[in-house]
């Protein structure tokens, strides 16, 4: 912790590194492609001020196509299908960095932060490594470059890295090892679709993750190499919140924080979830919190030793299978009802108590 | 285990601590019938796994929709001892 300035960090979040007996630390964990589906935390909009205004921030950043993407974000038959780059991206983003401002509103700062693909943007900006104005230019820019990249997708796998090696090629790369015992291979079709008959002859479980794009793998690797130069343009600081890279899997380094190589080419590189996960819980124990739609990253955090066995907790703030808006509300009320005595001061408490 | 039965809750929790693995141990000991998958630890992908298994054991196929909409052990046994059930009729 000793890289962090806390003299740069908001006054509620400020507490004593102290594992003992100071309060509960916070790690939020960030989820990227894969994790969207139709009207994903659509329920606080409007409803929580911190996360619409947030959200209201990005969109507006985007432009005429974020008014578009918030027309589709809970359309019955949105225009642009949600699993398409230019509709999951940007509402992930969106969604994952407005959870994140909930929370800081409510007192609740995170100590750590981790995301998953994408999400390490989302984290980026809430560490201050990159302004939401650039942040949210960059990625228009992105998902133009990676909508011309070939089409592909992204496959589950329930296995580890040497149970597929001999089915990959130079195309169909592990484009992500979640845990011990799940990768996502991505690659180009039908390239990925042969392998994956492959790897089910093998006896492999497999399953198409929610992506129309090889993210991780060689068939991006070009799109995002033409962005260097827009991301050598942008400022780039070291954060003011630790964020274990999903990346390197280990604590983001000030250099690394403000290479825009590194910045750039993330899309192309596997992402290594299960060791940052590692490496973060070594640092235990933390409330892991989970600031985006879905479950999936509190589910791989559920079975990791750092939490069934090292004290860590876990608390998504949305619901595995929300059916309607009024879970989106019921599912973050829970959350912070569990959060506020861990992370809140008296006051944080008897604030939102008031408000509640 | 009544007659009608093909797998019951001590059997789905072996078979979801064999896919689970041994570095990966979820506390399934406590009353775990009605308690989601995904508080338990066991995403779409894992749940798959063990329903590949169940389909390979003991011969028989379930329906997919049926899979997806099983969010707790409880849900999953039904829709498991119900295909047993129907392919014993069939039969």
């Known amino acids: 912790m000793s890289a962090v300035d806390t003299r740069a960090r908001p006054p509620h979040d400020r507490r004593p590194d102290d594992d003992t007996g100071g309060p509960e630390r916070i790690a939020l964990l960030l989820p990227g492609q894969g994790a969207q589906r139709p009207a994903m935390a659509h329920g606080l909009y409007g409803t929580e001020p911190a996360f619409t205004e947030a959200v209201d921030e990005v969109l507006a950043l985007l432009g005429a196509e974020g008014d578009r993407i918030r027309a589709d974000w809970a359309a019955d038959t949105p225009a642009v299908p949600l699993d398409h780059v230019s509709r999951a991206q940007p509402l992930l983003f969106a969604v994952d960095y407005a959870l994140g401002r909930t929370l800081l509103a409510r007192g609740l700062g995170p100590a750590a932060l981790l995301g998953h693909s994408a999400g390490e943007t989302a984290a980026a900006v809430l560490a201050g490594v990159l302004d939401l104005d650039d942040a949210v230019r960059l990625l228009a820019e992105r998902i133009r470059l990676l909508a011309e990249a070939p089409p592909g997708g992204m496959l589950a796998v329930a296995a580890n890295p040497g149970q597929v090696a001999h089915r990959l090629t130079d195309q169909v790369v592990i484009g992500a090892v979640n845990s011990p015992n799940q990768l996502l291979l991505a690659g180009p079709e039908p390239d990925l679709g042969t392998v994956a008959e492959l790897l089910r002859a093998d006896g492999l479980t497999c399953a198409r993750a929610k992506a129309t794009t090889g993210f991780h793998s060689p068939s991006v690797r070009a799109a995002c190499a033409a962005q260097i130069p827009s991301f050598r343009a942008v400022t780039l600081r070291p954060p003011r919140i630790p964020i274990v890279s999903g990346y390197t899997a280990r604590p983001l380094t000030d250099a690394e924080a403000t290479d825009p190589v590194f910045w750039a080419m993330q899309p192309a590189e596997p992402v290594l979830f299960g060791a940052a996960l590692d490496r973060l819980l070594a640092d235990g124990p933390y409330h892991l919190v989970e600031a985006g739609p879905g479950q999936s990253l509190s589910a791989l955090a559920r079975r990791h030793p750092g939490v069934t066995r090292g004290g860590s907790r876990v608390t998504p703030l949305l619901a595995a299978r929300p059916r309607g808006p009024e879970d989106d509300r019921a599912a973050l009320r829970t959350a912070v009802e569990r959060l506020a005595p861990a992370a809140g001061s008296t006051r944080d408490r008897s604030r939102f108590e008031a408000r509640a | ?91």
């Open chain 2, 1 to 91: 285990m009544s007659v009608h039965t093909l797998i019951d809750l001590p059997e789905l929790t072996r078979l979801l601590r064999e896919c689970a693995g041994e570095e990966e141990g979820v506390d399934l000991d406590g009353d775990v019938l009605d308690t989601v998958f995904m508080e338990l630890g066991y995403d779409s992908l894992a749940l798959l796994q063990v329903v590949g298994i169940i389909q390979r054991d003991h011969g028989i196929e379930l329906d997919e929709d049926a899979v997806a909409e099983a969010e707790t052990p409880r849900a999953l046994l039904d829709v498991v001892n119900s295909a047993a059930r129907a392919e014993r009729i069939a039969a």
